[in-house]
């Protein structure tokens, strides 16, 4: 059976979770949920009721999906393909063209080759107090962490049959829009306090949408919406000239609400064995505390309490056999010992066992 591919999304009153693992026939969905939760405790105990429910394994990834406005990010061009290049570049790179100090920030990056040797790469870079919040809360949970995805990074499915299209995500407090090209997260634009009113919603993404477009030369590329807008928002996109699609989720046993598309979305990308891009918790300063790395713990000292029974066991077993040698040497010694003693006419001794029958055959003969 194929490894699960947990997605999970912490919004201030709810909890989105999706489950999903590949198929004969593709990545396919196990399951939806929302869970509601009112504050910190309760998305504790949230998660630790989905931790009891779907036990993730070690071969299991569970990836928690970040809202864009809690980082940065930046796509930057360099003309060279060289990953050990890039990963020494990148990062003092961006660094420099933000306004906060680079040691609070932890990077995600995705490489993508461009033509003539160029390289493309998107980097996210994400606070690390937040993150560690993130950690700490899953670890009170005992819900293990893998991975974690910034919007809109997590809507991309890096497909190239995905063709280009505007991606539109709404959150209780975040609405942003981004240009997907491929699969590939081109530029997108961000309102952290989006505007109640839907007429000053759509004029906003109508006007980020344009300005996305316009640094590629496309024109009227279709919507599609992840998450539950305000009513109007859809016939506003429609009213304007776009063509307003559902998020992509074709799914007919299991239905999925808006709200639960974005997490639907990124599970399922991961079922499809995509490239890790996120922020990887099985390394680095987070890994004593999240993910499946603080299973291996535990089985580090179940390993090492095995290897030492059986050092043990070999230890045991060897002691026996030396002892056993060391007294089969004695009574061999013995044994010639005696045989000489008695039949000190032998003069060579090649069978010990043999040649004391012998011997006695022949005075049992001679005795009569």
Known sequence: MSRRYIAIELEPQAIHLAAAQQGEEGPRLEQVRTLPCGDQEGQVDSLRSLQEELQPGLGEVVEVLLSASSGYARRLAYPFRNTRKLAAVVPPDFFSRLPVDSAELAL???????????????????????????VDLF???EMPLSRATPLPWGLADNSEEAGRSLLIWLR?????????????????????FPSQQVSELVTWLLRQAEVLERRDGWEGLPVTLFGSGP???????????????DSGLSIDDLPVSAAQSRVAKLALAGAKARRPQGINFLQ???????????????????LGLAALVLLLGLITIGSGYLRKAREADRLDARALDLL?????????????????????????????
């Open 231 to 245: 009513e109007g928002l859809r016939a506003g996109l429609e009213d304007a000239g776009r063509t307003v699609r």
């Open 172 to 192: 209780e407090e975040e609405v942003g829009l981004a240009l997907s090209d491929g699969g590939e997260i081109r530029g997108h634009a961000l309102s952290p």
């Open 108 to 134: 995600a990056s995705s490489h993508y080759e461009a033509e003539a040797g160029q390289s493309r790469v998107a980097v996210a870079g994400v606070e690390r107090s937040l993150l560690r919040q993130v």
């Open 139 to 141: 670890d009170a949970a």
């Open 284 to 302: 680095g300063e987070f890994s004593p505390a999240g993910g499946w790395q603080g299973l291996l713990r535990p089985l580090r000292y179940s």
């Open 340 to 368: 000489k003693t008695t039949f000190p006419e032998i003069r060579t001794v090649q069978d010990i066992s043999l040649q004391m029958q012998s011997q006695m055959q022949q005075l049992r003969a001679r005795s009569g």
